[in-house]
């Protein structure tokens, strides 16, 4: 089955600088992958999500890249703000009308 | 985007006992889902509910101990059967609309 690594598990940033988390799959037929925001105690929010028919997507300060040959996609964070701090999951679909596989999470701290 | 009602929000039960969780859509929605997420851990899927059909579930998780109901296309309940301090943990149902979407889960804890 379909197995999503994500990196890294805690990340630390300056308010303003970038950050960026990775993930990789397994299963070459996944043809979606979501990110998703979860803030302590709340439940995970969808954020930015990317199908396999595309190579990038941004949408303000947020920017989702995928390479499918190299199986791995990445979230990118601009000018970050304290608010952005939560952690971040990410996620591919198999195929179909299967659950989708989350990564581990990414625990972001930005710092003012 | 679907928005998805969770009940109770949080809960203190005895070992032995049980607990089912609620889960309301407000739209239909073909694919409905259970998680439980440990504090501080990543999302595990516990099964997909199955609108007239038994769940589909995950490997480690049985019926008996998680019966799951999918009477139709908005309501979904979870039980935790036969609980234990284990047992303690975030319950969160999904529902499949384009996306996954998150109810506000169920907090959990088994004395």
């Known amino acids: 089955g379909e197995n999503v690594e994500q990196h890294p598990s805690t990340l630390s940033v300056q308010e303003g600088d970038s950050a960026v988390i990775k993930c990789t799959y397994s299963d070459s037929a996944s043809n979606y992958f979501p990110w998703y925001k979860q803030e302590l105690g709340k439940r995970p929010q969808l954020i930015i999500d990317i199908r396999s028919n595309v190579g990038e997507k941004k949408d303000q300060r947020i920017a989702v890249t995928l390479n499918k040959t190299a199986k791995h996609f990445s979230l990118h964070i601009t000018e970050t703000q304290p608010e952005d701090s939560a952690v971040y999951f990410c996620a591919a679909r198999p195929s179909g009308n299967t659950p989708l596989v989350f990564g581990k999470g990414t625990r972001l701290s930005v710092i003012a | 985007s679907a928005v998805i009602s969770q009940k109770p929000s949080r809960d203190i039960c005895q070992r032995g006992t049980s607990l089912t969780i609620q889960c309301q859509v407000d739209?239909?929605?073909?694919?409905m889902f259970w998680y439980r997420q440990q504090p501080g851990q990543s999302l595990t899927l516990i099964a997909t509910a199955n609108q007239g059909s038994e769940a589909t579930y995950e490997s480690g998780f049985v019926i008996d101990k998680f019966p799951i109901s999918r009477p139709n296309l908005t309501f979904s309940t979870l039980t935790v059967s036969n609980m234990s301090p284990e047992d303690s943990s975030i319950y969160l149902c999904s529902a499949e609309q384009e996306t996954q979407y998150f109810g506000p889960g169920t907090r959990l804890l088994v004395l």
């Open positions: 739209s239909q929605v073909t694919m």
